[in-house]
């Protein structure tokens, strides 16, 4: 199996501008029978963290729902821009989505794909600590992304002010690994496998991101004028990420998802198997999140970007086509 994402040089030319050739603008019919229609999503990297997106699409599941989903990785603050200026149709960076929102943006979550980042601090060999972090560089894709929210809120956890540190934006995470390999940082957030095969490899494995910043960091977003103007569209979406959900977390899967993670991303078995299970402890069961939990996410945004006005978890969600597809059930 492959994975299938579209090179993101081909999209960006500015950095609040993306050139992106949009589906056509017929009515479709949504289902098996229709022929599928070309939809773009962002998607801050490859990783097990967006596996629910490449999986579903090499597995055939989105094409079932009418849907040939175009992967495109980039940095989460340019898709935010490219995903408000209607140049993209779905992101799947719920972090930087949500401080746009803060700001004024007309977006909504729709779909929780995780409760919790999977995120791992991963330092160099011979950082053993994460005090030993203050004066060095720490990559991340964004500083206001959810990623770069976890990174701060470790440092603080630990006594480290995030000022003493330099955060380099990688834009995406293979990035960020490959910046650590070569020693251009001396730390970063790494999801799986990449955090389990720096661990394999001797690379310090410092601190969880779930256990200091419980935020959802992996879902589906949506402009409020998508919902709006393509709400079949979205729908046929969320249809085709509840049935992938479905298949990963069957044990009777669980060998197959096994080897696609060791033959996608060239690594051992043993390191496979403990990247999906990491992974799939972070899953929300329905593409829900409970509604304390998200308001324990808004204390945390309006903290680490200093913002004043209060938000409810009705201003960053509208799971309504989620719900009808459940009760339709």
Partial sequence: MSMSFAHPLTFLRRVTAVSILL?????IAWGASSSPIKITVHIPGKSLA?????????????FEEGIDAQLVAMSPPVAIAALMAGELDFSTTLGAATAAIMRGSSLKRVFYVQHDPTFALTAQPEVKAIRELAGKVIGVNAPTDAMGMSAKMILKGNGVDPSQVTFLSTQVTENAY??????RIAAT??????AE????????????AKD????????????TQALIKNPGKVQ??????LKTMAYLQNPMNRQEMVQYIAGSFKVEPSIAEKALASMLATYSRDGTKPRKAVEKEIEI??????VAKAFTPDDLEDLSILRKLHSSR
């Fill in 23 to 27: 589906a056509c603008s017929a009515p």
């Fill in 50 to 62: 967006v596996m629910v997106l490449y999986f579903g699409k090499d597995k055939g599941l989105f």
């Fill in 178 to 183: 490959k910046a650590l390999l070569s020693r």
């Fill in 189 to 194: 957030l790494l999801p799986p496998p990449y």
């Fill in 197 to 208: 095969e720096a661990e394999a490899r001797g690379y310090s494995r410092l601190a969880e």
């Fill in 212 to 223: 200091y910043a419980p935020l959802s960091t992996i879902g589906l977003v949506a402009s």
């Fill in 236 to 241: 046929a979406v969320i249809r085709g990420l």
């Fill in 301 to 306: 945004y309006r903290e680490t970007l200093q």
